[in-house]
């Protein structure tokens, strides 16, 4: 039995095949349509996914939409009417959109899905689940664990904000909630735009630019934003706040308690930028500890699974890891909305149909290891990169992969193109850019000469899982980049009395550890766990660098440019090569070299993106 999952028109859009309750394929609209954040509905994964399987749509026994459209509204109504008159101009805005296309969006969802095929009676093979479900069921089922505790957190669903749910082998329900306007996600976000970054898709330069500050407006925020109570239970003071009745995040008395007016984009960052991050995360982690601590108390259970956008601060995750009220913490690596799309088709399978789960090898997890998009045989990767233009040599498995580990060794940036897509926002080897954490020039080359994006911003180390102990303050996996751990002490640099005192983005230059390029400016790293069984390849090119070397670190970075989708053909990934300064491209068993290629096919294309 087949059920599709399915996101669409907020953003994220995505589709996600679940096949007797085992996942198979999952993808993101933007990879397809190369258009960032794409919340059209996902006629392009879909037809990935359908094509992967090798079925027609009519072989799909069910569809399972991720939220609940007309929950949405009730919400949008009864807080225009609890605000009102405040607001009409959004309220004027939003209504339109919302009676042409929200309210009746079983009807839109219907019309799209005959467009697949004609002759099938959707209406009878189209199901809901509410958002916060569909994110717990995500994170859930996807686990290692038969009994867990769920915590989903992210702007807004329906009407929840942050959920606590129980999870027992196939069982999964939700026992207690915070409704919107009240939101950590929101929170976070309106510190997002003010601190001038885009919501939505900035939230992660929030938590990269922290460590340059100090949380001097903490107390402020806690004074007067948030009621956060002992078991992490919180209200907002919406006095502060613009984004129930109005078209920003913030207002006045926002503006006024935090000495001035928002930050203008893409202008220069100061030191108050930094301060207003460090202060936001500082509280967004006190908040996930005091409910993560609540939570293993109220329930007893041992494990802990995390979904939503918020479950994508990885900052915060390693600080409820390192409390230590849970044994283990497991984080939904498409933790964001396009994992609705998965969460409503494992729910489906799960509570709709009464099905149990299907058995698993002990302690794996089931998203094997998030390579649950395309991938091209090599014929295919030879023939496409002909009709580019593109020169290359083709080698056996080990001869690419020890001639790019000497790549590598010599500091050049690599793109690094294997096997299947990974499904959410993390590049996890493979469709990354990759270069040596050694290279004390490795972090400004990748940010200002290949990504095109703001200098402070830190890059993932991707280290051999068996290694990990001895380079991090870290004792166990994170496959996913979803954990944030220090350095080991061994490893560091100490600092000279000059370079401590120095404050902000000056910071940024000075070596810290022997891996500079994947140590942030207050010795933590978002680390990713490289693991033999989810991805050999991968594993097989650290494990030759390391040979070379010694270091079983690699720096890992998203391999597409500032605004840009992650690649996902190879002619995504040869134009990235052209357009940028990556030195070489490894894709199957190809290795193209930037200086063998012909100097008329380079086009520079940063500026083809909308920055986010």
């Keep these: 039995m087949r059920v599709l999952g399915l996101s669409a028109f907020y953003h994220d859009s995505a589709a996600a095949l679940v096949e007797d309750g085992c996942i198979a394929a999952a993808a993101q609209e933007e990879r397809f349509t190369r258009r960032k954040h794409d919340a059209r509905f996902?006629?392009?994964?879909?037809?990935?996914?359908?094509?992967?399987?090798?079925?027609?749509?009519?072989?799909?026994?069910?569809?399972?939409?991720?939220?609940?459209?007309?929950?949405?509204?009730?919400?949008?109504?009864?807080?225009?009417?609890?605000?009102?008159?405040?607001?009409?101009?959004?309220?004027?805005?939003?209504?339109?959109?919302?009676?042409?296309?929200?309210?009746?969006?079983?009807?839109?969802?219907?019309?799209?899905?005959?467009?697949?095929?004609p002759g099938v009676d959707w209406s009878q093979r189209l199901l809901f689940s509410e958002h916060h479900l569909s994110h717990a069921a995500s994170a859930f089922y996807a686990s290692p664990f038969d009994r867990a505790a769920v915590l989903t957190l992210d702007g807004v669903g329906e009407w929840a904000t942050t959920s606590l749910a129980h999870g027992e082998g196939a069982n999964l329900s939700i026992t207690r909630e915070i409704h919107f306007p009240h939101s950590i996600g929101l929170l976070y976000s309106a510190f997002t735009y003010y601190t001038g970054f885009r919501v939505n898709s900035g939230e992660y330069k929030v938590m990269g630019l922290a460590p340059y500050g100090q949380p001097r407006y903490a107390q402020r925020i806690l004074d007067h934003l948030i009621d956060l109570k002992p078991d992490g239970s919180f209200r907002l003071d919406m006095q502060y706040f613009n984004y129930c009745t109005g078209l920003t995040m913030t207002n006045d008395r926002f503006h006024q308690l935090f000495d001035g007016p928002p930050r203008t984009p893409e202008s220069l960052l100061t030191q108050r930028e930094m301060d207003l991050a460090a202060s936001?995360?500082?509280?967004?982690?006190?908040?996930?500890?005091?409910?993560?601590?609540?939570?293993a108390a109220e329930t007893g259970h041992r494990n802990l699974c995390l979904a939503g956008g918020v479950a994508l601060n990885c900052v915060a995750n390693g600080k409820v890891l390192r409390d230590g009220h849970f044994d283990q913490v497991w984080i939904q690596p498409a933790a964001g909305d396009a994992g609705g799309a998965l969460g409503a088709a494992l729910a489906a399978w799960h509570l709709h149909l009464g099905q149990p789960r299907p058995p698993r090898a002990d302690g794996e997890d089931r998203m094997q290891g998030a390579f649950l998009g395309p991938e091209y045989a090599q014929a295919d990767i030879e023939r496409r990169l002909q009709a580019m233009g593109a020169r290359m040599q083709v080698l056996d498995e080990t001869g690419l992969t020890e001639a790019t580990a000497g790549l590598l060794a010599g500091e050049k940036a690599i793109g690094w193109f294997q096997g299947r897509m990974e499904f959410g926002p993390r590049a996890l080897g493979a469709r990354s850019i990759i270069g040596d954490a050694r290279s004390p020039k490795m972090q400004s080359v990748l940010n200002l000469k290949v990504k095109f994006r703001e200098s402070f911003r830190p890059f993932a180390p991707s280290v051999l899982a068996e290694d990990v102990s001895e380079w991090f303050d870290l004792d166990r996996p994170s496959p996913y980049m979803l954990i944030v751990a220090d350095v080991a002490a061994g490893r560091r640099r100490e600092m000279t009395a000059a370079e401590s005192a120095l404050f902000g983005i000056e910071k940024l230059n000075v070596v810290r550890s022997e891996i500079?390029?994947?140590?942030?400016?207050d010795y933590s790293a978002r680390i990713q766990t490289v693991h033999a069984?989810?991805?050999?390849?991968?594993?097989?090119?650290?494990?030759?660098?390391?040979?070379?070397?010694?270091?079983?670190v690699v720096v890992n970075t998203s391999f597409n440019v500032r605004g840009e989708p992650i690649v996902n053909?190879?002619?995504?990934?040869?134009?990235?090569?052209?357009?940028?300064?990556?030195?070489?491209?490894?894709?199957?068993?190809?290795?193209?070299?930037?200086?063998?290629?012909?100097?008329?096919?380079?086009?520079?294309?940063e500026t083809t993106f909308e920055q986010d």
């Excluded at 939409?65 to 009409?88: I, M, Q, S, V």
């Excluded at 936001?280 to 005091?290: F, K, L």
């Excluded at 500079?516 to 400016?521: D, I, M, Q, R």
């Design 42 to 117: 996902p006629r392009s994964a879909i037809a990935w996914c359908l094509g992967s399987a090798g079925i027609a749509p009519g072989d799909i026994d069910h569809v399972a939409f991720y939220d609940k459209p007309f929950l949405k509204f009730e919400r949008l109504l009864e807080t225009y009417l609890a605000f009102a008159p405040r607001g009409f101009e959004s309220f004027r805005m939003a209504m339109p959109v919302w009676l042409r296309e929200k309210l009746y969006l079983k009807k839109l969802l219907l019309d799209e899905l005959r467009t697949l095929d």
């Design 533 to 552: 069984g989810t991805n050999p390849r991968y594993h097989a090119l650290i494990s030759a660098f390391k040979a070379r070397t010694g270091c079983p």
């Design 516 to 521: 500079p390029a994947a140590t942030h400016v």
């Design 280 to 295: 936001i995360q500082a509280v967004t982690d006190e908040v996930m500890i005091r409910l993560s601590r609540s939570v």
């Design 569 to 605: 053909t190879p002619e995504d990934a040869f134009r990235c090569l052209m357009g940028t300064d990556i030195d070489a491209l490894a894709i199957g068993n190809c290795l193209l070299l930037k200086s063998d290629q012909d100097p008329a096919l380079q086009a520079r294309y």
